[in-house]
């Protein structure tokens, strides 16, 4: 597939392909979020950065199911105390016109509900998780926490299949800083969500 003029589309390559970050989008030729939502279906994720258009491929079964297991553990010890809500992409997270996200699963406390819009997030969430893939690696890892940093996401966590591990981020001043990292026989437990003991192995069983 070859993208239109302007437009990044990132194609599946392997972990140590990353490649450069490209030269940000100039004022007149940024693309806004009433722009992208003219955009025909294509099964293609679309993302903004700060104006630039960014095509992911539909992701595959085995990324869908750890995303599947996750959300279900993360809204079932939400619900039960009432801590607010979980959501799963696609689900547009608009932090300002000019960049609008779609994370594999995110989290929102309960007084910061406000923020939901009829169609889509008007905000930072308070947690956003990306599982790893190899059309996503570099955006996930180096872009995407970037812009999560600025606009005040509290926590990150990454979700690697192919290492069965999972990295816990947090907020310190404007970055995104690693607070801990837990393999397959680890229990994942987090600042933003206590009382929460997730077993990471859980995540990756067939």
């Given at each position: 597939?070859?993208p239109?003029?302007?437009?990044?589309?990132?194609?599946?390559?392997?972990?140590d392909?990353?490649?450069?970050?490209?030269?940000?989008?100039?004022?007149?030729?940024?693309?806004?979020?009433?722009?992208?939502?003219?955009?025909?279906?294509?099964?293609?994720?679309?993302?903004?950065?700060?104006?630039?258009?960014?095509?992911?491929?539909?992701p595959?079964?085995r990324?869908?199911?750890?995303?599947?297991?996750?959300?279900?553990?993360?809204?079932?010890?939400v619900?039960?105390?009432?801590?607010?809500?979980?959501?799963?992409?696609?689900?547009?997270?608009?932090?300002?016109?000019?960049?609008?996200?779609?994370?594999?699963?995110?989290?929102?406390?309960?007084?910061?509900?406000?923020?939901?819009?009829?169609?889509?997030?008007?905000?930072?969430?308070?947690?956003?998780?990306?599982?790893?893939?190899?059309?996503?690696?570099?955006?996930?890892?180096?872009?995407?926490?970037?812009?999560?940093?600025?606009?005040?996401?509290?926590?990150?966590?990454i979700?690697?299949?192919?290492?069965?591990?999972?990295?816990?981020?947090?907020?310190?001043?404007?970055?995104?800083?690693?607070?801990?990292?837990?393999?397959?026989g680890d229990?994942?437990?987090?600042?933003?969500?206590?009382?929460?003991?997730?077993?990471?192995?859980?995540?990756?069983?067939?």
């Amino acid at each position: 597939m070859v993208p239109p003029p302007g437009v990044l589309f990132v194609a599946p390559a392997a972990h140590d392909t990353i490649g450069a970050m490209p030269a940000p989008a100039s004022s007149a030729s940024k693309m806004t979020y009433d722009q992208l939502c003219l955009l025909p279906e294509d099964r293609q994720r679309h993302e903004l950065f700060n104006g630039e258009l960014v095509m992911t491929p539909s992701p595959s079964h085995r990324h869908q199911a750890v995303v599947l297991r996750l959300a279900m553990a993360l809204e079932s010890y939400v619900k039960t105390h009432a801590l607010g809500r979980v959501y799963v992409a696609p689900l547009d997270i608009l932090f300002e016109p000019h960049t609008v996200l779609q994370p594999d699963v995110l989290f929102i406390r309960q007084d910061r509900l406000g923020i939901l819009g009829e169609e889509v997030v008007e905000g930072a969430p308070d947690l956003v998780v990306e599982v790893l893939s190899p059309s996503t690696f570099y955006n996930d890892l180096r872009r995407k926490m970037a812009a999560y940093a600025r606009f005040g996401v509290q926590e990150y966590w990454i979700v690697d299949p192919e290492k069965q591990a999972v990295e816990l981020y947090s907020l310190a001043g404007d970055q995104l800083r690693l607070q801990r990292s837990f393999s397959a026989g680890d229990t994942l437990e987090s600042p933003l969500l206590p009382g929460l003991r997730l077993p990471v192995r859980s995540l990756f069983e067939s």
